[in-house]
């Protein structure tokens, strides 16, 4: 026979557990320092403005 286990204790606990999944991927997402993303910024656009220079009219 199987154990018999709490039908609310259960739901709770894999609600807390998606919760946790959740916020592990926020905080990679959006865990970052302003600095950190600026600096991507900054990054990105040099790399675009390098990109558009380095093009040739026809």
């Known amino acids: ?3 018999i286990i709490n039908l609310n204790k259960a739901r ?3 609600a807390k ?3 946790k999944a ?3 991927e926020n905080r990679a997402k959006f865990g970052r320092a302003k600095s ?3 600096l ?3 990054r ?3 790399l675009q403005r ?3 220079d380095a093009k040739r009219e026809p």
Do not use: N
């Open 1 to 3: 026979m199987s154990e």
């Open 12 to 14: 709770k606990a894999r």
């Open 17 to 19: 557990d998606e919760r």
């Open 22 to 24: 959740k916020a592990t």
């Open 36 to 38: 950190a993303m600026s």
């Open 40 to 42: 991507d910024k900054a």
């Open 44 to 46: 990105a656009e040099k």
């Open 50 to 52: 390098a990109l558009d």
